[in-house]
């Protein structure tokens, strides 16, 4: 009797000698509630037609969020209009042909501005929408992920692959700056209209709540 | 009423060290023999997870005390065991057998490069399960006995006051718990040395040895990986300036791997081929590769950093390969990784660490615990897929007209990014059995992730790597390279995750002056 429960008392002993020794390590390394990363059901990955895709699956286009009922634009390694290094200077109805940044079409680049991208997104009813525009800065904050790993950009985990580390475009205008958000240090941040940043876009449309009961099943592929 | 009966202090202590140390030793050896392909398969209860190399490293102590107090005890005790013949014959086979055990392992822990290593560990696998056996049978025969003839081996007795035994007795656990002190605390300063003489000549990074020949080198045996069954002796040289430190690593592989997870058109469409990619276990469709990692203590299994099984680590997702995670408990270590083809076209390495285990990524398909890349903002390789399927894959980039042939005349199947266009059904008109490859090559790294120089080649059987790293990057995911330091070596032979490694590490010595 004696042989037969040793070992499995053993072995009970070192794997909590092993996870108390992980503990003292620090490893509390379930993201805090709080943060983004941590919500199991926040997010929803959907394709470019707005469908669901389970949570370690791909590859989806746009990033449903249930806590602030907004849907966020993927961007892409391809130099098309999704671009992740694609650059925009801030649209200012003054001066609508002033075209600052530089964005991929494709076939190379063109310069461009903010509201090219929005008139895009919406035209061609990208991931199921044609509501989106530059997002609010407050609901670009809602997108800094202070636990992301040391080094990376300060969104989500895996969500938004392709993130600049970076000063991205919000639509808060005051005394001629906008406000922007680092997705490198997720500071808060002010440019004028005429600078080249990143650009991240929104949409709040209405029929998005139908995301909201979607399950985020774990299947592996 | 009775006396109990009972035994010496020292066979009591002796005695239950004795049976600490065996269990600790076979469980967390067990785990040990995960990737081993002689192991027997174990339920996952007789098999601990996480850093049990550390266990293994704790019970190998505790023997060296058994063993140290045994023999002080042999020579003093006052009278010998009063145990029948029979039961002596299978206490005299538990001593051989243990004797042989502890011996087998400190040969493959010290690993010397001319050691039979993979039968050494053969053997002292199959010789802890004999042991099982003898142990049993020891237990069997003990057991039958009534309870107070074998209870008196765990209750100390009180001894005749004789100050001189006592003394030496003392004395002799003394002696014990300070050698077995010294060896934990100071293994590290029996490290082979690697050491790194004042740079003469110009070094090109091209993957010769010729700056190299009046260099001495110094050799580390390197056992496991792909298939559980390689041993390599893998050589080293250093060179340094005041900025600089250069390596050289040459290691025997008898082929050249340079194809990565390439694409295959079917009926059905792309797929990659791949045996074990979609469990992290690649092994045969990828390319060679050779990782160092640099830490600043010399524990066994890794420097603390791998914990084995398939949960190590709670809280976290399993493991895919169920084979563990390397991460640190605290600290990092450096990790620099040299890929034959992904980073083929650049005379440079990825540059990594092990961390401690990053945040639970509920999105990914695939956690690594603290094994990371170091930030990169740009550069590098891509994968061209669009998301990895272990069916069918729809590619990311699809080579240009005049790409082609440009690939048909390179070693290695990749491709430039700026040879390829994004891929749209319309142009994919090629036919069934088509070839396409995975990598597709960025230009150089921007960020920290591409702080290490390296070009390597290979030439009848043998793989040179030259490497050129700044002595201290001031990056917090790199350690600084002075002296002290210890370098761990890991081949990989067309595996993904499945490397060699060597027990102990080289420490580095940075010779100053000329
Ligand atoms: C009763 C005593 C011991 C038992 C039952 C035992 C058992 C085992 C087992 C089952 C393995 C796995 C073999 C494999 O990989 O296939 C192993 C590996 C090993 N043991 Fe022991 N061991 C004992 C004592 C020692 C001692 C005293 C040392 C000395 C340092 C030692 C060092 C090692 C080493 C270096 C390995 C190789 C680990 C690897 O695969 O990387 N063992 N042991
Ligand atoms: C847990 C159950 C165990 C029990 C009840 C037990 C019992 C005993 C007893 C009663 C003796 C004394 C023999 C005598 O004086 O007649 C003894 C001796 C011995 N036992 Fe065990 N034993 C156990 C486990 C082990 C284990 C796991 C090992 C080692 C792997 C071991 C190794 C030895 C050795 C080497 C001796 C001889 C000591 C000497 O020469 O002085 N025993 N055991
Ligand atoms: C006691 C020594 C070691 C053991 C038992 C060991 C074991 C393992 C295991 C089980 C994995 C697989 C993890 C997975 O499935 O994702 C792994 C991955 C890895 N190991 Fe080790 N390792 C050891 C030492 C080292 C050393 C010294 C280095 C570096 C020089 C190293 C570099 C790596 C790398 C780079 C990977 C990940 C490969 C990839 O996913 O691309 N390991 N190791």
Known sequence: MKALLLPAGLTQVLRAMTISLAALGGLGCDVNSHSVAGASSRFTKLTHQGEAVAAKSGPWHCVYDQVQGLMWEVKSVQENAHYYKSTYSWFLAEKPSQRLGSCGVGQ??????????????????????????????????????????????????????????????????????????????GEIGRLGPNNAAWLRLVSSDDSLKQHAAIPTSDTLH | MK????SHVYIVVTHLLAIIAFFTSLLSGFRLAQDSDFAIALPALFMPQGDVYFWHGLSALCWLLVVILYLGFHFLRPQPLRISPKRHRVIHLLYLLLALSFCSGVLLYLALPNLPYLFVQFCHYWLALLLIVVVIWHLIQHLQLPISQWLKVFIPGRQPSNQRRYLVLSAAAVVAITVSYAVSIFYPKLSPKLVSKPKHVAIALDGEATEWQHITGTDLLVAQGAKGAIKTVISAKAMHDESVIYFLFQWQDSSENLTHLPLIKTAAGWQVQHNGFGQDDEIGNYEDKFALMISDNARFGAAGSIHLGSQPLDNAPPSRSGRGYHYMQQGMADMWQWKASRLGHMAVLDDDHFGQPAPVCQHCPRYTAGYQADPKDSGGYRMNWQWFSESTVVPLRLPT??????????????????????????????????????????????????????????????????????????????????????????????????????????????????
């Not at chain 1, 904050?141 to 300060?154: C, E, H, Q, W």
């Not at chain 1, 692959?161 to 205008?173: E, L, M």
């Not at chain 2, 006396?3 to 009972?6: D, E, G, L």
């Not at chain 2, 009848?460 to 370098?487: H, P």
Request: charged share 20%.
């Open chain 2, 401 to 514: 007209a005049d790409a082609w042939q440009r690939l048909a005349q390179r070693k290695r199947f990749a491709i430039s990014w700026w040879d390829t266009e994004p891929y749209s059904e319309h142009l994919d008109n090629y036919p069934v059995g088509t070839q396409l490859p995975s990598v597709l090559w960025l230009d150089s790294f921007d960020g920290d992730r591409g702080d290490v120089r390296a070009k390597a080649q290979w030439h009848k059987g043998t793989w040179t790597l030259e490497i050129a790293r700044d002595r201290d990057t001031y990056s917090e995911f790199d350690m600084a390279l002075t002296s002290g330091v210890y370098l761990w070596p890991a081949t990989f032979d067309a595996s993904q995750t499945q490397h060699s490694y060597p027990q102990r590490p080289w420490q580095l010595v940075i010779q100053e002056g000329s």
């Open chain 1, 108 to 185: 190379g680049f063109v310069p461009c501005h903010s509201e090219d991208l929005v008139r895009l997104l919406n035209q061609i009813n990208y991931c199921g929408s044609q509501q989106w525009r530059v997002p609010t800065a407050q609901e670009l904050t809602s997108l800094v992920n202070d636990a992301a790993y040391p080094g990376k950009a300060k969104v989500p985990a895996g969500l938004f692959p392709h993130t600049v580390k970076g000063p991205y475009w919000s639509s808060d205008f005051h005394h001629s700056q906008i406000t922007t958000v680092h997705f490198g240090s």
């Open chain 2, 3 to 6: 006396k109990i009966r009972t």
